[in-house]
């Protein structure tokens, strides 16, 4: 009886492996053993991350994966025991365990042990800093002339040293990491899928494997799992597990490890808000947020434009929330003093510390920097604080270290308002050390041409081990924090990737023009490959388009200027559709697309380097649609855009109610926006107004910009990273006088209509009504011109306008503010600068909400119209309440008397709001003189904003006013 119940318990799972595992195969003796649901001791290895570690006190890994893979595809249960690799297999040689994880074959252990095939190889690699890369690495013959690290009494030191290389040793890999990173070795030596792991979770995206070179066999070490002897049946069912897994499957598990930091894969189109998120968002509109101009690349300004890490991650919660900005772009100090003010509702980098809790909520972070000590002095390096001695250490102005350094070394720390000031500092002498995080400082160090800072070392404080950078907003805004962490979690592992890479890795260039020459590696390459064959899109003038097979437009001049810089030799292949490009560098028959926009989708196939030309989106209508603040006012209409468009998927995402229509062309999308079938398109500015002239359609207009642009780059199949590199120096190599000089060739271009000589022909009998008739559309054609123009014109104001007070825009302020400075400054004119402040406009918002205070904002502006209203006056808003007014021409006296009569004109005013009377006061700051040569623009709007803040600290609802530094 007992028999035939084990068989019969046999049969039963049998039938279960059938019909869960099919292709796990066991003899009968391991099945009935594996019927008894045994529990097998397994020891793990807790400190080799990325394969087993444990994390808030739970195992995790690749390894672990392996292993539960192995589980679910037998039944059989794991009992893990983790410790030291000396622990566990003492352990597993004295019997206390039955299995091991991550053991190697050796004859020495045969006679105790059974082994698996090896699931695993882990490769010793040679791996390098991308910035500063090395010449090819084929051999250790290679690594000669270069400092090489590798970690302390490693098992294949004695190789390395026989090949004679100069060795640095480090007591642990992140401190090996951090040697590379910093500078102190060129390369260093040790597993890759470890070292990849590490490096991207310190942020040191830019490193990379330099080569896989032979090491008299320690190269390739093999994973296996272990059993003992006396327990074939447990080994049975582990190798058969085991070799039940696919190898898609395993190379799956080792990329969620290796590439992602152990996050899947996921994607985001289940992201969904709840209806109270959407709810909030709605009612709270616009959000002011606060932008770092010079963090660069983490977020930056450049030509007007912000730009880098912190910018791309906020663009993607836009895109994934619906949320609407408005940036204020300013320095530190005074982005942290408007957040503590809660004058700006976000803030994009900032670390979380206790003592900003008061006047901040914090959303996860998104990415942690290193900070580093940047020195002249190569002698010097810095593993504790005390290090510093008595040397003077810069650092910025209000970073969350500062007090923290002060107490240490008081009079010894200077702080500056300004990055490329603290480094230029550092330059001249005036400070002996900087300190910034690494990506920022390196960023400095080459804008400045510093070539002989180094890297000291690692600025590590109690409770402060590193930057986190997070977005942070005011306490009245707490319920945007769960919103932002959502959209945070929901972007994936490959869109997170795709942003790192393109601001950390080395891709990430100055765009300076500076020639970069090809390494010998890169030219033998580019010999062996033959010319690059190059996909493009073939119909999108001015931008780029085939005709008669040859390339034509401002891709192709730029491209035919990199390949002369670099002696290239390229060859077009022909595609009919921007989409059929797209699937032919996929299939792997083109190497390169000139122009192309960085999208997580594209990047699984794709490399990108750092845009080289931006163009903006904009929707167009017939001539008779009104101009609209944003495509929600086309919601439920249909839109075209050209199959396969960068920015489709956004904006699907964006603008659910947007019905998106996919033509071929742009072309095509014009003739049905023409004939009606369409009631908008979106295409980028400068290849519909060139189609438009070509078609000689002068009934469509642009009627909004789209708030996403266009940033173009050169991408390579990801599986050349060699022509990656190449690519990278060519768009490196373009100078600003490569740029105006291609883009100003084809701004200047005309496309003038054709006449249909047939159809005079045709109709030459009745001559003189065709002739009428050719009047009346003469006189038709130039009234829609004149409407175009007008359009045109409008559109243009629009970007220097402010939607919501109708007054001048920030970009506006930039554009005129200097100009009629450096007018008076020519003319020994007077200038008046001021500006102009809503006092207590924070209560207004938290307690009768955004859309009061909007209309607060609205009657100021109505009243500074009112009262500026010369040719000679200027008003903008440039953030928030904050408004500037700036002018010439008038006396000292005037001007105080014009701006007191507009401050009382303000207090006394009365607004009825939904039933409730809201009143109002507003300060003003105000700097007024002739500027002299040494005066500049910035300081004297400097001036005014510390006289604002003056008028604010002695009760506000008053004017402050100073004479310029020079009077």
């Not at 942070?472 to 972007?491: E, K, Q, T, W, Y």
């Not at 908008?680 to 009934?699: C, K, P, Q």
């Not at 243009?796 to 306008?801: K, P, R, V």
């Not at 918002?845 to 009262?867: F, I, K, P, T």
Request: charged share 25%; aromatic share 8%.
């Amino acid at each position: 009886m007992r028999n035939f119940l084990r068989h019969l318990g046999a049969l039963f799972l049998i039938l279960y492996c059938a019909s869960t595992a099919a292709e796990v195969t066991l003899d009968p003796a391991a099945q009935i053993w594996l019927s008894g649901k045994p529990v097998v001791r397994i020891g793990i290895i807790a400190d080799n991350a990325p394969y087993s570690t444990v994390h808030a006190g739970r195992l995790e890994g690749f390894s672990i994966d392996v292993l539960e893979e192995i589980s679910g595809r037998t039944g059989l249960r794991f009992d893990y025991k983790a410790g030291s690799w000396p622990e566990i297999y003492a352990a597993f040689v004295r019997g206390e365990i039955d299995a091991i994880d991550e053991i190697s074959l050796r004859e020495d252990r045969k006679p105790f042990t059974l082994f698996t095939e090896p699931y695993h190889h882990r490769q010793t690699v040679v791996m390098q800093d991308m910035n500063r890369r090395l010449p090819p690495i084929t051999s250790l013959e290679d690594l000669k002339p270069h400092r090489v690290g590798i970690v302390k009494n490693i098992f294949y030191k004695s190789t390395l040293e026989r090949h004679g290389l100069q060795l640095s040793e480090y007591d642990a890999l992140p401190n090996l990491i951090r040697a590379l990173a910093f500078g102190w070795v060129d390369a260093i030596v040790g597993p890759e899928v470890t070292l990849a792991y590490l490096a991207r979770g310190e942020g040191f995206n830019q490193i990379g494997v330099a080569g896989r070179v032979a090491m008299d066999g320690f190269e390739l070490e093999d994973f296996r799992i272990g059993v003992r002897r006396e327990k074939p049946e447990a080994h049975q069912v582990i190798a058969a597990g085991l070799a039940a897994i696919p190898p898609a499957r395993m190379q799956e598990m080792l990329a969620v490890w290796q590439e992602f930091g152990g996050r899947r894969n996921r994607e985001t189109q289940h992201f969904q808000l709840s209806r109270e998120q959407t709810d909030y968002l709605r009612r709270l509109g616009p959000v002011r947020v606060g932008i770092m101009r010079d963090y660069a690349p983490f977020s930056f300004a450049d030509g007007g434009k912000t730009q880098g890490l912190a910018i791309d991650i906020l663009e993607r919660i836009q895109d994934l929330t619906g949320l609407t900005v408005t940036p204020v772009v300013d320095r530190w100090p005074v982005l942290i003093e408007l957040l503590r003010r809660g004058e700006i509702d976000v803030l994009t980098n900032i670390s979380r510390q206790p003592d900003r809790l008061a006047f901040t909520r914090f959303t996860d972070p998104y990415h942690v920097i290193p900070n580093v000590a940047f020195t002249r002095d190569h002698s010097f390096r810095l593993t504790d604080p005390p290090d510093f001695g008595q040397r003077k250490i810069g650092i910025g102005e209000g970073i969350f270290y500062e007090k923290a350094l002060r107490e240490r070394f008081g009079k010894q720390v200077v702080t500056y308002g300004a990055q490329d000031a603290m480094f230029r500092a550092l330059a001249d002498g005036s400070v002996d050390v900087v300190i910034a995080s690494l990506h920022n400082g390196n960023h400095w160090v080459r804008e400045l041409g510093l070539a002989n800072v180094t890297i000291a070392g690692e600025l590590i404080l109690p409770d402060f081990s590193g930057e986190d950078l997070r977005f942070g907003m005011r306490p009245g805004l707490a319920p945007l924090v769960g919103i932002f962490d959502s959209a945070l979690a929901a972007i994936t592992p490959t869109e997170r990737r795709s942003i790192e890479n393109r601001w950390l890795g080395a891709s990430y260039r100055d765009n300076s023009g500076a020639p970069q020459a090809l390494s010998e590696g890169e030219k033998l390459w580019l010999r062996q490959h033959g010319p690059l064959k190059v996909c493009t899109d073939p119909d999108w003038m001015p931008i780029e388009a085939l005709d008669g097979g040859r390339h034509a437009g401002i891709a192709a001049d730029y491209l035919e200027r990199m390949s002369q810089q670099f002696d290239l030799a390229y060859e077009i292949v022909p595609t009919n559709t921007w989409l059929a490009s797209l699937q032919a560098v996929q299939a792997r028959r083109c190497d390169l697309l000139t122009m192309a926009v960085q999208t997580p989708q594209q990047s699984i196939h794709l490399n990108f380097t750092a845009p080289y030309y931006t163009t903006p989106n904009v929707l167009l209508a017939r001539i008779e649609t009104p101009f609209v603040e944003g495509l929600d006012a086309f919601a439920g209409r249909q839109v075209g855009i050209v199959r396969g468009h960068a920015i489709a998927d956004q904006l699907r995402s964006r603008y659910p109610q947007l019905e998106l229509v996919e033509v071929d062309n742009e072309k095509e999308g014009l003739r049905e926006l023409q004939r009606g079938r369409l009631e908008g398109y979106i295409g980028t500015l400068s290849t519909v107004n060139y189609h438009l002239r070509e078609l000689g359609f002068a009934d469509i207009k642009v009627v909004s910009r789209i708030p996403v642009d266009s940033k173009l780059s050169l991408a390579t199949r990801n599986d050349l990273p060699e022509l990656f590199s190449i690519a990278e120096k060519m768009v490196a190599s373009l100078s600003d006088a490569d740029r105006q000089r291609i883009e100003s060739r084809w701004q200047t271009i005309r496309i003038e209509p054709g006449i249909d000589t047939a159809l005079l022909w045709r109709w030459g009998s009745i001559i003189f009504v065709a002739l009428a008739l050719l009047i009346l559309w003469n006189r038709k054609l130039g009234s829609l011109n004149r409407q175009l123009a007008e359009a045109n014109q409008k559109l243009a104001q629009l970007n220097i306008t402010d939607p919501l007070t109708g007054i001048g825009n920030r970009q506006f302020f930039e554009q005129e503010f200097a100009r009629e400075f450096s007018r008076c400054q020519r003319n020994a004119q007077t200038f008046t600068t001021a500006m102009i402040d809503i006092d207590h406009f924070k209560k207004i918002n938290d307690s009768l909400g955004h859309a009061a205070g909007d209309h607060c904002l609205v009657e100021l502006a109505r009243c500074l119209q009112q009262h500026l209203r010369r040719q000679t006056d200027n008003i903008a808003r440039i953030g928030g309440e904050e408004f500037v007014a700036f002018m010439s021409g008038d006396t000292r006296e005037e001007v105080l008397a014009h701006f007191e009569a507009l401050r009382s004109d303000i207090s006394a005013l009365q607004i009825t709001w939904e039933g409730q009377l809201i009143t109002f006061t507003i300060s003003i700051g105000l700097v007024h003189g002739i500027p002299e040569q040494p005066d500049n623009p910035a300081a004297w709007l400097r001036q005014a904003d510390q006289a604002l803040y003056r008028a604010k600290a002695a009760g506000r609802n008053r004017l402050d006013a100073e004479p310029p530094a020079n009077a």
